[in-house]
């Protein structure tokens, strides 16, 4: 009964943060968008500039609002918001929520899959390495991460490109879905063979952090008492792991993997403009370059909740596998 | 927002990089079975089927009253006038049009056996519809001028106009006809119209696949089905080297790269680039107070020094590859422009003579001429992060030092130059199909009007010309009249007159043809990238030998 309450409790506060969070973020990055020099007419127009009288430049004005004060532009965005309406994207003509839904269905398989990919391949390199200390495997893993982190993820995308892409011919260069092809024939194979290489890239630079932070605290482990003490008892490599090791190191893996949401985020955007590939990425970028406030409100508002939901997830994780954790007071 | 225009830049910037340094390196890999198979694989598609990687994708859809089809041909809309690959004034959906004395009433007769792709007539309800909506859409397409527009019977529509306007033309060959009937929220995802081809699937971000429309009413294209792929122009020349498209857009830093199976093609343009002067002594305010005049570039020697100094073909040599040719105006080679325009360049020695005839004179011996105690000197600003740009304005101010005028480059960001640009010369790129350009450039009405006009440049004798042209009732009658405004014998905008630009470089448009396939005579495109390239899409053709 104790627990459920605490549980309550628990999800009770992390939906009031939530709430906060969101309310912060979007006034935050409205301000942002204020003082930004994007003037969103210009962008709009864009090359239509000199046939665009200022009468016309008016009537845009007017369409989108921008004659009003932010205070009260803001104020009936957010009215709008709270009834479930997010606006309608300058640039798209559309309802910003349509917008988010097609894109993120596209966004979200391609993360789920790097995200899985990278956690798992990120443990396992990590676990090897810290068994295998200063072994030359151990120093392979840890210089296949250094280079990794250091490496910016649209320069692996393209790397990954050019190789299997123009050279080998293997994988499609670019889109969600094979050129030309109508809808109804399109299958989750194509599907998959599109996403490979955007989902590659991602996963590819997600993989260090997680691998690096895992040896590190394996290493710890390792280097403990009790485990001096179970390996005087005859106990070693896997059974060793696993015995003693394993739920030490996962925690902080759950939290890096589950914290990397947001860079998951980030690094989508990239891997999807270099890969044309149609998700929120390639929406944010035009959002952001072209001022479109209703589009990008929407995005920061929909990127906050996903990272929030990572880092929640996190904490709950953490409460199911370590039961001290529910004994500490909330928060 | 600084964060996501980087970021495009460095991807845009690295993507270039690498993709040079590959076709470094598949010189080796070439003739490999593997890109071998890719290439066969690709050009073993039907022939009646193109994949094309040649445009941005319109976000806004394809609605025209919002802005689809203003470059190019609208695809799936008609429109009621044309422009051939000389750019002449042909009929579409217009049998005929006639201008009103005054030029305030324009009536046109439409077609009657024209239907919309879901076999419902076009009538001349259609075309009121379509220019009302357009002028209350509140886009980029301009109707302010537009009082009225009547459907007296099914054949006949009448716009009325506040006042006379002979480049209203230019919206009866750009604006895509709608049909009333299926018009709705919806229409830009699911446009319905009387053009060559019809949508038949969107994937937003990715592609857009039309098939021919089997009730279009003129000449069909020999394909029936065509792929437009969005790919940025860095991803389209990898596309191309995959064997993935059929036509692909380039810029050109990629022009000297072979591509096996794909042939360069260069289109000419009037996407031009130039130095706008102001035209004023520093002091003068623009239109919206900003400060305005420049005391060097409003002297006419220095105008006119630069221009002859500088090297317009050295300029398409060294800075575009070959891929261009020399500016003289804004509109080089379209019907309105004079071809007395053209004058001698690459003379440092002449600009010499015209500086000291202005009495510019070096006295301090430190290579820079003066006058009254001011130093030939100004500031010459580019958007940032335009390579082109940049180069040729580096490369300009060269030239022209070697006459004695100092110009100090600078890149500025858009919003900066925009405040910036009443007070400085700045590199602006232009060039459009329709005079209207020509007029918001150099009218005094428009003068300090945003991007219009920025150097304040004014002169009675060009503004008369240029209102005449306007109130001409055909466009033949306004070509004399936008001439004589460059140039009427004694006056105009051109360097013979008054100067306030110095025009450098046309940069041709650069596009990869698969072998055998041939995409007919294309207009002179306009400024900005890859549709107009379709517009004549019903000329294209495999070549016999390799069907």
Known sequence: ?331 | MRGFSWGKRSVRAGLGILLMCTVGLSGCTQGTSSTESVHQAATSLPKDELVLAVGTEPEGGFDPTTGWGQYGSPLFQSTLLKRDAKLQLVNDLATEHSVSEDGLTWTVTLRDDVKFSDGEPLTAEDVRFTFETAAKSGSVIDLTNMADVEAPDTTTVVFTLKSPQSTFISLLTTLGIVPEHAYGPDYAEHPVGSGPYKLVQWDKGQQAIVEANEQYYGKKSTFHKLTFLYLDEDAAFAAAQAGTVDIAAIPAAFSKQQVSGMKLESVKTVDNRGIMFPMQPAGAKSGDGLPAGNDVTSDISIRKAVNVAINRTALVEGVLEGRGRPAYSVSDDLPWSNPDSVFADANPDEAKQILADGGWVDTDGDGIVEKNGTKAEFNLLYFAGDLTRQSLALAAADMVAQAGIKVNVEGKSREETKKLAYTNAVLFGWGSHDPLETYNLYSSTHKGEGYYNTGLYSNPAVDHWMQQALQATTEEEALPFWQKAEWDGSTGFSYQGDAPWAWLVNIDHLYLVKNGLNIGEQQIHPHGHGWPVTSNLEEWSWDAESK
């Open chain 1, 1 to 331: 009964m104790e627990d459920r309450m605490g549980w309550v409790r628990f999800v009770g506060f992390k939906m009031l943060r939530l709430l906060s969070l969101l309310a912060g973020v979007s006034v935050v990055s409205f301000i942002l968008m204020q003082f930004s020099p994007v003037d969103p007419v210009e962008a709009y127009i864009g090359g239509d500039m000199i046939r665009v009288s200022a009468e016309q430049r008016s009537l845009i004005e007017d369409r989108w609002g921008l004659n009003d004060s932010p205070v009260e532009r803001l104020l009936t965005w957010g009215q709008a918001l709270v009834q479930g309406d997010l606006g309608t994207s300058m640039i798209y003509r559309q309802p910003v929520a349509d917008i988010i839904q097609e894109r993120f269905m596209n966004s979200v398989a391609l993360m789920a899959v790097a995200w899985a990919l990278s956690g798992l391949i990120g443990f396992g390199l990590g676990v090897v390495a810290g068994m295998k200390r200063d072994s030359r495997l151990d120093r392979l893993i840890c210089w296949y991460c250094y280079t990794l982190a250091s490496t910016p993820v649209f320069w692996i995308a393209l790397l990954l490109l050019m190789v299997f892409g123009v050279w080998l011919g293997w994988l499609p260069i670019g889109l969600g879905v094979p050129a030309g092809m109508a809808a109804d024939q399109v299958t989750w194979g194509d599907r998959a063979m599109h996403m490979i290489l955007p989902a590659l890239t991602l996963s590819l630079t997600g993989v260090a952090a997680i691998a690096l932070h895992t040896r590190q605290k394996l290493v710890d482990v390792l280097d403990s008492d009790y485990i001096l003490f179970a390996r005087a008892r005859g106990e070693r490599g896997v059974q060793l792991f696993r015995r003693h090791g394993f739920r030490h190191v996962v925690l902080p893996a759950l939290t890096l993997q589950f914290a990397s949401f947001s860079e998951l985020f980030g690094g989508a955007v990239l891997a999807e403009q270099v890969f044309s590939y149609p998700g929120l990425g390639q929406a944010t970028v035009q959002a952001g370059l072209r001022g479109d406030v209703p589009l990008l409100l929407g995005l920061v508002l929909c990127s906050a909740i996903f990272v929030f939901t990572g880092n929640m997830l996190a904490d709950i994780l953490y409460r199911i596998i370590d039961p001290r954790m529910k004994e500490e007071a909330i928060g």
